[in-house]
């Protein structure tokens, strides 16, 4: 079945078409193929092993080979492999994980529908803020706010959410009806002596202007993750969700909290709304909620939004959106399986303790010549490189100072992930111990002075 290591590098290069990846340097460097899993591990083709230091793509909460999702996937396909959800139909397992997302989820996010990836998940809310609108006889409400720097994928509706140069660069995104507002990163944007809540206010002041000059009456919602996982691992200041919330309110703007990052303790908590006490209108989920090994995404919203979706659906005949593979019930019994481990194994506080042990590891980091601000909590961070502490000036992009420390690092054994402006994540799986924590730091901080010594900063 697995072809020998060299021929697959073959293949690689003549068939294989990555994503987010310079397709031109690809046909010289190749790729990097991984064929097992061990825990927090990955292991090469060529039989290297790694920490994966960022859970893959922030996803794989349990890791590589949890032996318990293989027999819960191979359990459900025996019993059912497929059912839709179309038309009133459904398999039995996803209906129970509605069920307990609703019961997990804060506030009055009862009714979940389902969808396979986390771009599926947006465009979907998308869809539903639109309907909602027109049902309650606002058809001009339409534009969606996202955020600078903001990730929420890369369908054309997710992709014009999205603002970041290297994804949307080439394909014509954002659409029109989306517009973005600022990006709270208090370190680098806020004004010299301005405070967290001063800088806050002045976002959501500029939020409402945003909202002002385009017209209320046309904007249908705002999408904002609780904390920006690939626009650099960015938490907001305390009152800003509050803040930004309460000018949604005024306006009749719908709220999509998109937590496929931070959902499933990332942060220490269940949800990110629910570490920033925000209150969606909508969430959407994905990842670590299958710890992705299968794909599955899913969209909650509250009763309020639900009742006016519904009552239109029932003039029109039918609510005419739905997916192939929503609902799965392989992914919902795999989702089910997760859900218990992480119960079972109190992962919240597990994060909590392993998060500690991180971020005081990296405060003391914070005085190394090339590194700016360190930043996180729970089980996520980003170390962020700077040409010049007091000025908080980034490298020229050319330079590659990042992707240097990621490359050394990996030849020794770690996989992290470089962010824009020089900024590198760690987001280990949710499971990872102290030993293997330590082990990664211990490598992060021998790159970063690998890479001053080269700089001549050390
Ligand atoms: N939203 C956020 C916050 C994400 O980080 C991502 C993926 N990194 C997505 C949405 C898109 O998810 P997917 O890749 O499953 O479409």
């Not at 249908?220 to 650099?232: F, N, R």
């Not at 959407?284 to 299958?290: A, C, M, N």
């Not at 029109?316 to 079972?344: K, S, W």
């Amino acid at each position: 079945m697995f072809p020998n290591p060299q021929a697959l590098s073959q293949a690689a290069l003549d068939h294989y078409v990555h994503s987010n990846t310079d397709l031109d340097k690809h046909r010289q460097t190749g790729s990097m193929l991984m064929v097992e899993g061990d825990g927090v591990r990955v292991k090469d083709a060529q039989g290297r092993s790694y920490i994966e230091g960022v859970a893959a793509l922030w996803c794989a909460g349990l890791g590589f080979n949890e032996p318990r999702l293989a027999d819960a996937a191979a359990r459900q396909m025996r019993r059912l492999s497929y059912y839709h959800n179309f038309a009133a139909k459904s398999a039995d397992v996803p209906v129970a994980l509605a069920e307990r997302l609703a019961e997990m989820a804060p506030g009055d996010l009862n009714r979940v529908m389902f969808a396979t990836s986390g771009s599926e998940a947006n465009d979907t809310a998308v869809k539903l803020a639109w309907y909602y609108h027109n049902a309650l006889g606002q058809p001009a409400k339409k534009k969606i706010i996202a955020r600078r720097q903001a990730y929420h994928g890369v369908t054309v509706a997710s992709g014009s959410m999205t603002q970041l140069a290297a994804i949307n660069g080439g394909f014509d995104l954002p659409i029109d009806r989306f517009i973005h507002t600022d990006c709270p990163h208090y370190w680098r944007f806020a004004e010299p002596g301005e405070s967290e809540a001063d800088y806050a206010t002045r976002l959501a002041d500029s939020l409402e202007r945003l909202i002002l000059a385009e017209g209320p009456e046309t904007i249908a919602a705002m999408i904002a993750e609780p904390m920006m996982g690939v626009g650099g691992v960015l938490f907001p200041p305390e009152t800003y969700f509050p803040k930004i919330q309460s000018v949604l309110h005024k306006y009749d703007i719908l709220l999509i909290a998109d937590e496929v990052i931070c959902g499933f303790g990332r942060l220490g908590t269940m949800f990110g709304s629910t570490y920033f006490g925000v209150t969606p209108d909508i969430m959407t989920l994905g990842k670590q909620i299958t710890s992705a090994a299968f794909p599955l995404s899913a969209i909650l919203m509250t009763d309020r939004v639900f009742d006016v979706i519904a009552a239109e659906s029932g003039r029109r005949g039918t609510f005419g959106h739905g997916y192939t593979y929503a609902g799965h019930p392989v992914g919902a019994a795999v989702a089910m399986e997760v859900l218990d481990i992480y119960q079972e194994r109190d992962i919240l506080s597990h994060v909590r303790r392993m998060g500690r042990v991180l971020h005081d590891r990296l405060a003391a980091l914070a005085d190394h010549p090339l590194v700016g601000e360190v930043r996180g909590d729970g089980l996520v961070a980003a170390v962020q490189l700077v040409d010049d502490k007091a000025a908080r000036c980034f490298f020229d992009p050319a330079q590659g100072v990042a992707k240097g420390v990621a490359a050394h690092l990996q030849e020794n054994g770690v996989i992290l992930r470089v962010l824009s402006n020089d900024s590198i994540a760690i987001a280990p799986p949710l499971i990872i111990g102290e030993h293997d924590l330590t082990l990664l730091l211990d490598r992060l901080e021998s790159s970063l002075n690998w890479a001053a010594r080269n700089l001549g900063r050390m």
